[in-house]
C-alpha cells in the first residue's frame, strides 16, 4: 500500500525552461509535506516543504503547489538549471506520531539538457 | 550548526558476516534518529526510528537491528548478512517535534 506515489520515474527538461514534478498521496491524515533533492551515492538533502493549512509556498526558484481536495502536491523549478539534474522526492507526514514519520515516494529523476 | 556523519561511504561483505554501521550527530541534543534503506529504483524504507538513548522501533521485520548507545550515536546491525540486505543505508535526523528530516551521505553495501 503505497500512501504517497510519483507515478512519473523521470522527467527531461530543457535548461531555462520549468521543470514540474508530481506527487500524489492517499492517506487524508498527512499535514506536512516535503520534497527532497538527491545526487547518486549522496544523501536526500531537504529542499523545500509545506503545510496542509497552505496551498503554495516558495523559495526562490522552487515553488511546492499542494491541492488538499485532489490530494496532490507539485514541485515547480523555475528556470531550470543543469545542476538541477537529480533524483526528487517527495514525502509525507502524519503529524499524530510522536517521532516525526516520513513516507516517502518513489522519486522522480529530473535530467535538465543544456 | 548541525552535522551528521556516517561511516563507512561503501563496505563490501561475504554473506553470513556482522555488520555495523555507524551514526553520529554533531550540534544538537536528543534528536530523533533513523535508519533507511533505498533499493535500486526505489524510494526510502525506514527501517528503525529512536526518540531517545536505548529506545528503538523498528517498522519493517528483518534481519537487522539498532541501537542507540549514546544520544547522538545510531548504530545499525547485523549478525549475519542476507544476499537481501545489499542496498544504500542513510541515517537521518531530526529535532524533538520536527518533521524536517536530514540524511547522512549513506552507506553503499553490497553483499556478495
Known amino acids: 500500500d503505497q500512501q504517497v506515489k510519483q507515478n512519473s520515474p523521470s522527467l527531461s527538461v530543457q535548461e531555462g525552461r520549468i521543470s514540474i514534478l508530481n506527487c500524489d498521496y492517499t492517506n487524508s491524515m498527512f499535514d506536512y509535506f516535503l520534497w527532497y533533492k538527491k545526487y547518486p551515492a549522496e544523501g536526500p538533502t531537504f529542499l523545500i516543504s509545506?503545510?496542509?493549512?497552505?496551498d503554495k509556498n516558495e523559495d526562490g526558484r522552487f515553488t511546492v503547489f499542494l491541492n488538499k481536495s485532489a490530494k496532490h502536491l507539485s514541485l515547480h523549478i523555475v528556470p531550470s538549471q543543469p545542476g538541477d539534474s537529480a533524483v526528487y522526492f517527495c514525502a509525507a507526514s502524519d503529524g499524530g506520531t510522536s517521532y516525526g514519520k516520513l513516507t516517502f515516494g518513489q522519486g522522480t529523476i529530473l535530467t535538465v539538457h543544456p | 550548526s548541525q552535522t551528521i556523519h556516517q561511516w563507512p561511504a561503501t563496505l563490501v561483505q561475504p554473506v553470513g558476516s556482522p555488520l555495523s554501521l555507524e551514526c553520529t550527530v554533531e550540534g544538537t541534543s536528543n534528536p530523533n534518529l533513523y535508519w533507511y534503506r533505498q533499493a535500486a529504483g526505489r524510494g526510502l524504507q525506514l527501517l528503525f526510528y529512536s526518540v531517545g538513548i536505548g529506545q528503538i522501533s523498528s517498522e519493517v521485520p528483518q534481519n537487522l537491528s539498532a541501537s542507540r548507545p549514546q544520544d547522538r550515536q545510531f548504530i545499525l546491525s547485523s549478525k549475519k548478512l542476507l544476499l537481501s540486505d545489499s542496498g544504500f543505508y542513510l541515517c537521518a535526523w531530526s529535532p524533538q517535534g520536527a518533521s524536517i528530516q536530514y540524511f547522512g551521505a549513506g552507506t553503499r553495501l553490497s553483499v556478495l
Open positions: 509545506i503545510s496542509s493549512i497552505k
